[in-house]
């Protein structure tokens, strides 16, 4: 079985950790009520904040721009708006998760935890259950179900597949483009490559 954690970071090359903090971990956690995968917890510590190839951002709880914790509460309540009643159910998450109503940033329901520049919104379903899952929005009421962990889907998605849903890929070949993102007014944005992926 792949060891799906162990092969994105391979990917990605080695972890950086600047900004790596338990305490920040264990502070986000109290707020939301909940706890974020450790898969995820482990590649956020280890390159966050970035933009991955070009598309895909991830955020950080220790700091101040590009905050975790306030992107998650942003999103929560932009989506808390949303009315569900009048959608096209082709378009109505709730018959794909199998749910009654559909909720953000509450114990049994959706938690934003990346996105992207096309509009796509990762969200996290389940956080307290053993084993949660991912529902995609892909910035134009699209949604897609992967049952796997945050790991998986980012390997996935770094290796080309469809992954907010059909004809959604993002592949470029060589190695994976990390960008590091400017924590300050006059900081610019620091890119580099990971290692080489015979891709």
Do not use: K
Not at 99 to 127: C, H, K, M, Y
Not at 165 to 186: D, E, I, K, S
């Amino acid at each position: 079985m792949t060891d799906y954690l162990a092969a994105a970071m391979a990917m990605l090359g080695p972890a950086q950790n600047r900004y790596a903090d338990p305490v920040a971990w264990d502070r986000l956690h109290a707020e939301l009520d909940i706890r974020l995968p450790t898969d995820y917890q482990t590649l956020v510590d280890a390159y966050a904040p970035i933009q991955l190839n070009g598309h895909l951002y991830l955020h950080h709880p220790a700091t101040e721009r590009w905050n975790l914790g306030q992107g998650i509460r942003d999103t929560v309540r932009a989506w808390s708006e949303v009315s569900w009643d009048d959608l096209d159910p082709d378009e109505d998450p709730r018959l794909l998760c199998g749910l009654t109503e559909l909720s953000f940033g509450t114990r049994n329901g959706l938690w934003p935890i990346a996105s992207t520049d096309r509009g796509e919104t990762i969200f996290l379903v389940a956080a307290s259950a053993t084993a949660p899952w991912l529902l995609v929005e892909d910035g134009e009421g699209g949604w897609a179900r992967y049952d796997m962990s945050f790991a998986e889907w980012l390997y996935r998605y770094l290796i080309g597949e469809d992954m907010a849903g059909p004809n959604t890929a993002a592949f470029y070949p060589g190695p994976v483009q990390l960008r590091r993102l400017p924590m300050t007014v006059g900081e610019r944005p620091e890119p580099w490559s990971g290692p080489d992926r015979g891709m």
